[in-house]
């Protein structure tokens, strides 16, 4: 196992600088995220990947991106077609139950085929929130549905159709993000909404897949658990909500440091989301000035936290034999529905 410290970061280009290499060489971070800034061709795009994954370790070395559908899609055309939402894939399900779980699998194993011929082996995603009315639009969207059971049922089918792709996901925004009243990359959301209520209605999809390896935290404020402190560096909502009541045992990184629902300097924040609970601290705009302040904050991988990101980096497969023309075929078949 490489030693590894607790952090995933960005980078700012299309080439790592000399910079970067010398920094990363350096503070060997866990993993790697990527973004549209990160992406311009097929060739570039793997050299990339494949050049992060020899300054970390090899091809176990996660390399992760936003490839959800929708508005949230990193890689587009030409590259990769431009996939629904998942609101979109709700809408199949609410017109027939079983061909809404097929069109989630499917689009899923469309990512992982689309993802994997970078190199790219990490989606975040399946998205797990349950948005309530009036609720900021920064989830919208990209939900499944306003129903637990929904949520539930697409995301599980979507968890297993990267997986059976031989990508691993990262299920989001544990405990739960659909009653933000505010976008969390500007602001802090506080939910006032009684326990037995979050219990009933958010909490049961992250449930649902509690066995799964890796899960991103929300910056949001749950007043009836934690009055004083988001999820992301809450001990008692980690404890008592994400490891306890949801049961969820697998890694759990943190969503982006960087976004100003977090309170103090990006060194203070990555203290205390290391110091709280979360496994990994996550860092996404590729600034050097950011990325040195998170890494001396940064952990190296010890105990329970390393134990995770081992089954992680065990749990890289082999795809599927499914035929990519006949699954791209088959989900075209139920695009009309929406």
């Keep these: 196992m490489r030693e590894s410290k607790a952090v995933i ?60 559908g929708g508005r949230v899609q990193r890689i587009r055309e030409p590259l990769c077609p431009r996939y629904p939402s998942g609101a979109d894939l709700g809408a199949i399900w609410k017109a027939d139950r079983e061909k809404g779980k097929r069109a989630a699998w499917l689009m899923s194993r469309l990512h992982a085929f689309d993802l994997l011929k970078f190199g790219i082996n990490v989606d975040c995603l399946p998205v797990l929130d349950v948005p309530v009315e009036g609720a900021n639009d920064v989830i919208g969207n990209r939900a499944y549905g306003k129903e637990p059971v929904i949520v539930s049922e697409m995301g599980r089918a979507a968890a297993e159709g990267l997986k059976a792709g031989g990508v691993l996901l990262v299920m989001k925004h544990i405990p739960g993000h659909g009653r933000g009243m505010a976008d969390s990359h500007l602001a802090l959301p506080v939910v006032e909404t009684p326990l037995a209520e979050l219990e009933a209605h958010d909490f049961p999809p992250f449930k649902a897949l509690a066995n799964e390896l890796m899960a991103m935290s929300a910056h949001v404020v749950y007043t009836a658990i934690d009055p004083d402190r988001p999820a992301t560096t809450s001990a008692k909502v980690i404890s008592d909500i994400i490891r306890g009541q949801i049961g969820f045992k697998g890694l759990l990184m943190s969503d982006d440091v960087s976004m100003n629902a977090l309170a103090g300097t990006i060194s203070e924040r990555a203290k205390a989301i290391a110091a709280n609970g979360c496994d990994v601290i996550l860092h996404c705009n590729g600034l050097m000035e950011e990325m040195i302040a998170v890494a001396g904050q940064a952990p190296v991988l010890a105990g329970e936290s390393l134990i995770r990101a081992q089954r992680v980096e065990a749990a890289f497969g082999v795809p599927d034999t499914s035929d990519e023309a006949a699954v791209r075929a088959e989900f075209a078949s139920l695009l009309p529905m929406v």
């Design 9 to 68: 970061f960005g980078l700012g280009g299309l080439v790592p600088t000399r910079e970067e290499i010398a920094f990363f060489r350096d503070q060997r971070p866990w993993g790697y995220i990527l973004f549209a800034r990160n992406l311009k061709e097929a060739e570039q795009i793997s050299d990339l990947v494949a050049t992060l994954k020899d300054i970390s370790g090899g091809d176990s070395v996660p390399v992760l991106i936003d490839q959800e």
